[in-house]
């Protein structure tokens, strides 16, 4: 079972900064991801999500190489190429991959304007060592399905940073 961490930060860097820190963190096998999106919420109230995969894109080029082939096959690969570009596009707008997009929407509206939201989907990790690693980014739980020790912790973590600017011992 997934778990989800939706982390709220004073602007659009520190939550890229805490997104890095995460990733770097799954380098280190201290937590396997199944999804990390920024998502940021402009001075006119404007949400953006800022996804590590864009479905779109993917489908697309996808769309495009297949659409070649069988353009080739028919003799008019330009035509294969845009259908296929095409259809893969629409195909990777439909999909959503991790984190629910509405979800994180409706979630970030509650945010302050020119602030920004983490949103993980954790498959696992250990905990007290993901913790120490993003205290120093300070932020704000917004939403958690961890359980009632796993979320204390990472509450008191990410506020003794806002109170003191130092991570906690």
Not at 102 to 107: I, Q
């Amino acid at each position: 079972m997934a778990d989800l961490i939706a982390i709220t930060f004073e602007d659009e860097a520190k939550a890229e900064a805490a997104r890095k820190r995460v990733l770097e963190l799954q380098t280190e096998y201290l937590i396997s991801l199944e999804d990390a999106v920024v998502v940021s919420k402009d001075g006119e109230g404007k949400i953006k999500l800022h996804q590590m995969f864009n479905p779109t894109a993917a489908g697309a080029a996808s769309g495009s190489f297949w659409g070649l082939l069988v353009g080739l096959v028919f003799f008019n690969p330009l035509l294969g190429v845009l259908v296929g570009a095409a259809s893969g596009a629409l195909a990777g707008k439909l999909s959503d991959f991790g984190i629910n997009d509405e979800f994180m929407k409706s979630v970030a509206n509650s945010l302050q304007p020119n602030h920004a939201a983490l949103f993980l989907l954790v498959r696992q990790m250990t905990t007290d060592k993901v913790v120490a690693g993003l205290q120093e980014f300070g932020g704000t739980v917004l939403r958690t399905s961890l359980d009632e020790s796993k979320e204390k912790e990472l509450r008191a973590a990410l506020e003794e940073h806002m109170k003191t600017g130092t991570p906690a011992a």
